[in-house]
């Protein structure tokens, strides 16, 4: 399974606010099957096979147009482990036990 952080930016929308957008993009990402998402502050993280992780980027991006964005940059970053499952909170778990650790030793 495939992590990507994703942020798309809709440009040439008439005003400065997004959260529109990402309240329309995150309800698009309800419909879509095959993946798990979490909104960040900054971006959404989905969590998938790596080609569902992909159409839903660009079903995204397509979306943004739609919603009449004039220009749409989208940034993805992708952590495609297959050595062994893993998932947002198996990494975030794995720092913290790291934390703890070191916590302990002081």
């Not at 399974?1 to 995150?26: C, F, H, K, R, W």
Request: aromatic share 2%; proline share 2%; hydrophobic share 40%.
């Amino acid at each position: 399974m495939a992590i990507a952080e994703v942020t798309i930016i809709p440009i040439g929308t008439g005003t400065t606010s997004l959260s529109g957008y990402v309240a329309d993009m995150q309800r698009k990402l309800e419909s879509i099957e095959g993946i798990t998402y979490e909104l960040t502050s900054m971006s959404t993280i989905i969590e998938g096979p790596l080609d569902r992780i992909l159409a839903a980027v660009k079903e995204l991006h397509e979306h943004t147009f739609e919603s009449g964005a004039q220009r749409v940059s989208t940034s993805i970053k992708i952590d495609d482990r297959r050595d062994k499952t893993g998932s947002s909170a198996q990494k975030l778990a794995s720092v913290q036990a790291k934390l703890a650790e070191r916590g302990a030793a002081e």
